[in-house]
């Protein structure tokens, strides 16, 4: 992923902005045809007029999907979202080529890169665009447009997972990128103009990387379709695309929504299989048994070594099935409230809300959707056997500039440590009741002391995660 954005603001002469094409009229106050009331609605808005039970039984993970809207409403609150006409004020905002903006064209089935050494001028964007027919890919574009913040926030709500966006425009009978396919299920929203897609079958079905195939790789396609403003394109990870905009169309914007990257049940054994097995070894003395001498130097019995460790992985799948074993993530929940979406709120997050909580007060959860509760070894270096403890994970302070955007390992643990708390692993039970009961007398919390509840309580309070009711 591209590194992280520093969010500064440089003023650029305004003859470098006037000579991009002249600028379309911007939609204002646009009514929003989505339904921002719950995640749950967001996405269901979103795929209209189809249901959410529908497309997930029919369509996710299994098939492209085409949605065409006809009514001027949507086609002008997508326009909205983002046009041509806001690159030269976005080119203010102290871009910088690959990291924020690629200039790219596909010619003779080959990516060709376009871009050019230091910041992103638009007269120099404009120039690509027109004489060059490049496509302009904008990455990550919630950074700087508040509509899509608000709308993959929510949907980060909904799937559980991160949602980032790239927007492309491309002038008439030119196309950017070569056939490839993703590794992210992928939701297009046509802005402006219109696009020719061209869909065949994976070659990789729900593909774990991104690659490019070639032309006679990848047969005839199964959907030739043509966006227009308006219109939704859904297709699962994996499927072989290609795009460009036809004659006579000026020039087309799409952005492209994407989710559920590395989030596949061999994700999910990846992070939760060394908890397991550790905890299992715990009481299982054959796994803490010594392997056999000269294992490592491929001196011993390979089959027999394989049947111990098949006996010890078929105990391991007994506990889970049998629910003895718990299961428990942590790496994928630490990365996805570390690199989310902060609330798209316009009120202090940081500040505690209402009164300070006392024991007969009724509260419940702040920002719910934005806080994970994981059980870990405790981060603390002592000569005693390693202990588990609770720690409450939250996005609230969260830097929107460097969504998707990714960052150096120090930096991520450093700001992985200051968004949360860590409490006793005897608090557990009490955090799921606050997640799972809500509103919840404080003095019903399921803890040893009535001291214990309420500290508990400002702890959640203090750190804007509770309300007193």
């Known amino acids: 992923m591209p590194k992280k954005s520093k969010a500064k603001t440089v003023k650029?002469?305004?003859?470098?902005?006037?000579?991009?094409?002249?600028?379309?009229?911007?939609?204002?106050?646009?009514?929003?045809?989505?339904?921002?009331?719950?995640?749950?609605?967001?996405f269901q808005s979103l795929i209209q007029p189809m249901g959410a039970e529908q497309f997930f039984s029919e369509y996710w993970e299994k098939k492209p999907l085409h949605l065409q809207r006809t009514d001027h409403d949507t086609a002008s609150y997508y326009r909205s979202l983002f046009q041509l006409s806001d690159l030269p004020g976005l080119c203010a905002e102290d871009l910088e080529y690959y990291r924020d903006v690629n200039v790219v064209r596909c010619i003779n089935g080959k990516k060709k890169v376009l871009n050019k050494p230091g910041r992103v001028k638009s007269s120099v964007?404009?120039?690509?665009?027109?004489?060059?027919?490049?496509?302009?890919q904008f990455h990550?574009?919630?950074?700087?447009?508040?509509?899509?913040?608000?709308?993959?926030?929510?949907?980060?709500?909904?799937?559980?997972?991160?949602?980032?966006?790239?927007?492309?425009?491309?002038?008439?009978?030119?196309?950017?990128?070569?056939a490839h396919y993703d590794d992210v299920e992928v939701f297009v929203l046509q802005l402006e103009g219109q696009k020719r897609w061209l869909l065949y079958t994976p070659t990789v079905p729900l593909a774990s990387e991104y690659s490019v195939e070639s032309e006679e790789k990848i047969g005839s396609p199964t959907h030739d379709i043509v966006l227009k403003a308006g219109d939704l394109l859904y297709f699962p990870r994996g499927t072989i695309h290609q795009a460009s905009t036809p004659a006579g169309v000026d020039h087309s914007t799409h952005v492209t929504l994407s989710t559920y990257q590395r989030m596949s049940w061999g994700d999910l054994l990846l992070d939760i299989f060394p908890n397991l097995l550790c905890d299992h070894s715990k009481t299982a003395v054959s796994l803490r048994e010594g392997m056999p001498r000269g294992l490592l130097l491929g001196d011993s019995d390979n089959l027999d070594s394989s049947r111990t460790l098949s006996a010890g992985l078929r105990a391991l799948a007994d506990r889970l099935e049998n629910g003895t074993q718990e299961v428990r993530s942590t790496h994928m929940k630490r990365d996805f409230i570390m690199n989310r979406l902060p609330p798209c709120s316009r009120q202090q997050l940081l500040e505690p809300a209402g009164k300070i909580p006392a024991l007969e007060?009724?509260?419940?959860?702040?920002?719910?959707?934005?806080?994970?509760?994981?059980?870990?070894?405790?981060?603390?270096?002592?000569?005693?056997?390693?202990?588990?403890?609770?720690?409450?994970?939250?996005?609230?302070?969260?830097?929107?500039?460097?969504?998707?955007?990714?960052?150096?390992?120090?930096?991520?643990?450093?700001?992985?440590?200051?968004?949360?708390?860590?409490?006793?692993?005897?608090?557990l039970q009490a955090l799921r009741q606050l997640q799972q009961v809500q509103p919840l007398a404080v003095d019903q919390l399921q803890l040893p002391t009535q001291e214990a509840k309420l500290s508990l309580a400002l702890a959640l309070w203090s750190e804007s995660l509770l309300v007193a009711l």
């Open 12 to 42: 650029r002469p305004s003859t470098d902005a006037e000579q991009l094409p002249p600028k379309q009229s911007k939609v204002m106050d646009t009514q929003s045809p989505l339904c921002f009331e719950s995640p749950a609605s967001l």
């Open 125 to 136: 964007l404009n120039k690509s665009f027109t004489q060059n027919k490049a496509t302009i």
């Open 140 to 178: 990550q574009p919630q950074r700087f447009k508040d509509e899509l913040w608000r709308i993959q926030e929510k949907l980060e709500c909904f799937f559980g997972g991160l949602v980032g966006s790239n927007v492309y425009i491309t002038p008439q009978e030119s196309q950017g990128l070569p």
């Open 361 to 427: 007060d009724m509260v419940c959860l702040r920002f719910k959707d934005h806080m994970v509760i994981t059980v870990e070894p405790s981060h603390e270096k002592t000569d005693e056997a390693t202990q588990l403890v609770v720690f409450v994970l939250h996005s609230l302070k969260n830097q929107r500039e460097n969504h998707m955007m990714g960052g150096s390992c120090d930096e991520e643990e450093e700001q992985d440590i200051s968004r949360g708390l860590q409490f006793p692993l005897s608090h």
